[in-house]
């Protein structure tokens, strides 16, 4: 079975402080990944999908960047936060072979505080 | 751009109710549909997907049908339980699956 991990559960950082969020995927060679951001009480935007170790596209601009180091893990990282960074970050998974029927499962997500 | 409308908001019902939460699309082709459910402070789950025209998706109870003529994808259960609160996303998967848009969520609340 696979399972999602993020790290960590939860931060509190303050305006203008580095960030790096994580997720790893297991059970599962070779998935599709992407990060998704939630402000509180809203939907979810994603942010950045990869389908191979090393290559990230970008969804939408929100001053973060994303890594794909390894086949099963993805990071999402910026160099300065700012308030609107505030929210629940959740990272997700799905097949490789693509199509526009392939579903995406998430993980349990990182709140993240930013004062 | 694809877009997804969710028109209600919030949605208060008893235990035994019937359930209907409405989805509409905007997108060229065929895109896929879906429907997610999230419990406070969880991911979203994955309830059930469709990608033809006509076809049902279900799962849990829940079922929804694919139509391409009204654009629709409307989310229904014959009864529902007090368990069933959360907030329930239809969402449209384009670019190969690599691009998921979601509604903006409803909110279901129901009363023992």
Known sequence: ?115 | GDSVTQTEGQVALSEEDFLTIHCNYSASGYPALFWYVQYPGEGPQFLFRASRDKEKGSSRGFEATYDKGTTSFHLRKASVQESDSAVYYCALGSNMGYKLTFGTGTSLLVDP
């Open chain 1, 1 to 115: 079975a696979q399972t999602i991990h993020q790290w960590p559960v939860a931060e509190i950082k303050a305006v203008g402080s580095p960030l790096s969020l994580g997720c790893t995927i297991k059970g599962k060679s070779s998935p599709n990944l992407y990060w998704y951001w939630q402000a509180t009480g809203g939907t979810l935007q994603q942010l950045f999908y990869s389908i191979t170790v090393g290559q990230v596209e970008s969804v939408v601009q929100l001053n973060l960047s994303a890594s794909r180091p390894k086949d099963d893990q993805f990071i999402l990282s910026t160099e300065k936060l700012l308030l609107s960074h505030s929210g629940f970050y959740l990272c997700a998974w799905s097949l490789d072979w693509g199509g526009d029927y392939a579903e995406q499962f998430f993980g349990p997500g990182t709140r993240l505080t930013v004062l």
